[in-house]
Each structure stands twice: as structure tokens, then as C-alpha cells.
């Protein structure tokens, strides 16, 4: 392949690219999914292609081709080179990208068991298994259980000296119970919502999690919740799970630090950020939380859904914090706009889907460290209090700083004990001021990494993933239980 990619660069120069990038994808995936039983999803999908990124006259261009032949990605590297000349007429200044040293490197996903190779009727039979256990009350309707693989083998190449090659690997699975009764739909997911956890790891995911063991259990809440008392409304303290906060994660931290919505580049699906570089550059930082919050970005972090060893600039998977003891310290970057905030290099955040996308900045694996409380001792501190479960809605305003977020259980605690548990749960705040209200972490036992496989964004549209990771966390006097 590397043949093939120095023909497309070569083209791209001799047509007078002062820069070119191609990158070749294989990609491979495989879904299998159970409605009530019945499989209502069994995909298998394949695509190869490239696509060609170069600068001439400082702006822009990209084209892209399913056809990987020499003639054919020169013919591409010339589309390129002519939209590029074309949008050079509108430029408003020239593209400068950030330095990074050439690199000649190959990176796979570490992984046990490959999934391609379990055979189907494994996979229908554990997804049967559950299915058979969360239909067993009548009152569950609608069963849902899936699994998901995704393998994508990449070659990049750019005319500044680098030659990568990637093989990434993903899996995921979980499922989930809608029950109906008493004028209610309740819903339940295990292990989280959305289609279950997703890793960069093999079919071992599976196995990771007790998905049977625990079906019981998911079904019987979703049948309790019908019958539950409604969420307690008012100030208090509220604890989240690993899922939900991954959802807090990724709407209030990690769109909000996208360097291209921070200056408004990219606005579409809510999205600019009150997060600007003034903010930053105050006289003793931001205050983005308490100052036991530390929020870190790792593509390196194994598992993650964002974990690379190279972004589509070619850069280096780094690891770095967003927010340090609570104060801001970084956005995401590509070598385009690192410089833009004074930055010498990118680091390493602009990521394509497919081969037939121009990559964009993109949030990277973000998580919240873990802290010290042992979970009971969290609850037996918590004195008026609730524990929200599993993501189930979000709203969050075109600056990422008021939102509201709902979860699909609400447990709650009184004078340190669990006390039963509420439908409908939710909870409003303002980014700052709810991170600023953070005042226990629970400890890295209780530490996941919560996969993201459906974050859309740019036009037109692309869809990325990355992994959120956060052990039960507590925020001291939240507005919780907001009638809708
Ligand atoms: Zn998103």
C-alpha cells in the first residue's frame, strides 16, 4: 500500500500542493441486534477507499475515491488540487499548520478474542439468553439486545515524511428493557444506554460484563419504575454513575473545549462554546471545577474508544489535562488550529470518519480521574440525597453552559441509606458553577471507561467515537427534579 499512497502525494505535489495527506481504509463491521426475540438487525458491512487532503494557495481541498489503484488516486489527488485552487479564491488566510517530526510507525488495538471469528450462533445465543429473561414479566414490552463489532485498517501518508499504519478494533454489546403499565414507559439499560459499553478491545468486552447476571435485576427496575414515586424536586446532593457522568463529561466538557466551535468554525448540532480564550487567559485561570476535579484527555488510555496511535494529522496520541485541580488548561487541537491559541504543536485531536470525510477536531477519550471514597462510605455520607443511573435525555444550550440532563433511575438517599428509588429523575445546572460543586470522587475500583459511538457533528455530518471515564461522583446542592 505504501506504493499506492506515494502516487497520490507524488500527484498532489507535481500539481503543486505545498502539502497532501491520503489516507487508505479498510473497514469492516458486523452488528447483530435482538428486538423481542427476534433479530432485527444482522449487518455486515464492508468499505475500502481513500480519501486526499492537500493545501495549495494556503486553503483546502479534499476528494476521495472506493477505487484504490495508482491511476485512480491520482486522478483523485488532482480533485483535490483543483478544489483546493478553487476555495483559495475565498480564503481568509492562509492555512498555517503546526510542526510535528515525520514518523514511520504501525499501531494495533491490543485485543484477545477477535470477534469475526465467533461464530453467529454464539452471539444470537447469549443475546437469546437475555432476551428470554427480561421478557419473562409481562409488563416489559420491548426487548432489546445487541451486539456490535467494527475493525478499520488504516494507511496514512503525508508530504511531511510520515508513513502509519493503524489496525483499530471495537466492540461492544448491552440491552435494554421498556416496560409499560400504570400510564407509564419505563426504560432500563444494562450495562449502559445507547446500545450497551463500547471498547477498543475484542469480543472479551463480552465477557467483561455480567450482561446475564444482571438482566434479572434490569428488568424488575424497569417494571418497579412504573409504579415509582415521581423525582423529589429541589436543592440537593446528587451522586452519578459512571454512564451518566460520561454524558456530563462529554456535553459540558468535552464539546465545549472543540477549539474550532471555541472561535466558531464549527456551530452545527448546539454548538459553539463559552469556553473562549479570555476566559482562559485570566489572571489565575479559569475555574472550570472544584479543585479536585481533574479532567483528562488520553487516546493512550487502554480500551478507549478515541485510543489511536495516530490522529489523522498524523500526530501522536497524547495524553493531557483539560481541566487541572479545577482550573482550565486545555482545548483540543490539530496542527490547523493549535497555532490559533499559540500553541507550537497540535495535540492531536482531528479525526475523519471513513476515508471519504476531511477529518475534524474531535473530543478525544475524556474522563474524570478517580478520586478516594469507597462507594457505601460515598452513600453513608450523603445525608439528603439522590444517585442518578444511566443517561436517558440531555439539553444543553448553544454555549455549553446550561443544561439539563435526565437519567433512567433515580435512588434515594436519607441519612446515609438508600431508601427506594424514583422515576424520571433529573437534574439542571451551569457548567462551572455544577463542576465547582464536585466534592468526592469515588476511587479508581469503581472506575470505567463509558464508550460515546454516536457523536455527530459537522456538515456534512460525521459521526466519531471516544470513551468517557468517571467513577460515582458527588455534586454538593444541585436543582434536581425540574417538571417538564
Ligand atoms: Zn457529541
Known amino acids: 500500500m505504501k506504493a499506492e499512497c506515494l502516487e497520490a502525494i507524488d500527484a498532489a505535489k507535481s500539481l503543486g500542493a505545498n502539502y497532501a495527506d491520503v489516507r487508505v481504509i479498510e473497514y469492516r463491521r458486523e452488528g447483530v441486534a435482538l428486538r423481542n426475540g427476534h433479530p432485527c438487525n444482522l449487518a455486515s458491512g464492508q468499505s475500502f477507499g481513500a480519501g486526499i487532503r492537500v493545501i495549495v494557495n494556503g486553503a483546502w481541498g479534499f476528494a476521495s475515491t472506493n477505487q484504490v489503484t495508482a491511476a485512480s488516486l491520482k486522478a483523485t489527488s488532482a480533485r483535490a488540487v483543483e478544489i483546493a485552487k478553487a476555495s483559495a479564491q475565498v480564503k481568509k488566510q492562509d492555512v498555517r499548520l503546526a510542526p510535528k517530526p515525520p514518523v514511520e510507525d504501525i499501531w494495533c488495538t491490543p485485543f484477545t478474542i477477535d470477534p469475526f471469528k465467533v461464530p453467529l450462533e454464539q452471539k444470537l445465543g447469549l443475546l437469546l439468553q437475555i432476551d428470554t429473561i427480561l421478557r419473562k414479566n409481562p409488563a416489559v414490552k420491548v426487548a432489546s439486545a445487541a451486539m456490535q463489532f467494527a475493525r478499520e485498517k488504516q494507511w496514512y501518508m503525508d508530504t511531511d515524511g510520515s508513513f502509519i499504519v493503524q489496525d483499530l478494533l471495537r466492540s461492544g454489546a448491552g440491552y435494554s428493557a421498556t416496560a409499560v403499565g400504570n400510564g407509564e414507559v419505563q426504560i432500563r439499560s444494562y450495562p449502559q444506554s445507547w446500545g450497551g459499553n463500547h471498547k477498543c478491545m ?71 462554546s463559552f469556553m473562549l480564550p479570555e476566559l482562559h487567559n485570566r489572571k489565575g485561570g479559569f475555574k472550570y471545577g472544584s479543585p479536585i476535579v481533574n479532567l483528562v484527555a488520553d487516546c493512550t488510555v487502554p480500551g478507549g474508544l478515541a485510543t489511536i496511535g495516530y490522529d489523522d494529522d498524523g500526530v501522536r496520541a497524547q495524553r493531557f489535562h483539560v481541566v487541572q485541580n479545577g482550573i482550565h488548561n486545555e482545548w483540543f487541537t490539530t496542527r490547523e488550529t493549535a497555532p490559533l491559541v499559540d500553541r507550537e504543536v497540535s495535540n492531536g485531536c482531528n479525526r475523519a470518519e471513513g476515508f471519504n470525510n476531511i477529518p475534524i477536531t474531535r473530543i478525544p477519550n475524556l474522563s474524570l480521574m478517580p478520586g478516594e471514597w469507597e462507594y457505601d462510605a460515598l452513600i453513608a455520607d450523603t445525608k439528603d440525597g439522590i444517585i442518578m443511573e444511566v443517561n436517558k435525555s440531555w439539553s444543553i444550550d448553544q454555549m455549553r453552559l446550561n443544561f439539563q440532563f435526565g437519567a433512567e433511575i433515580g435512588r434515594v438517599i436519607k441519612d446515609g441509606k438508600i431508601t427506594g428509588i424514583v422515576k424520571n429523575p433529573n437534574y439542571q445546572g451551569n457548567t462551572p458553577e455544577f463542576w465547582g460543586a464536585c466534592d468526592a470522587i469515588c476511587n479508581q475500583d469503581h472506575w470505567d471507561l463509558w464508550g460515546v459511538i454516536n457523536c455527530g457533528k459537522g456538515q456534512p455530518g460525521q459521526t466519531a467515537e471516544m470513551s468517557h471515564g468517571g467513577a460515582p461522583t458527588r455534586f454538593r446542592g444541585v436543582e434536581v427534579g425540574i417538571r417538564g
Open 202 to 272: 475484542g469480543y472479551e468486552i463480552v465477557h467483561a460484563y455480567d450482561l446475564l447476571g444482571n438482566a434479572e435485576r434490569i428488568r424488575d427496575e424497569a417494571v418497579a419504575l412504573l409504579t415509582a414515586p415521581a423525582c423529589p424536586s429541589g436543592r440537593m446532593d446528587l451522586i452519578l454513575d459512571g454512564p451518566q457522568l460520561a454524558l456530563q463529561i462529554h456535553e459540558s466538557v468535552g464539546h465545549a473545549n472543540e477549539l474550532d466551535r471555541v472561535f466558531g468554525y464549527e456551530a452545527n448540532y448546539a454548538g459553539r
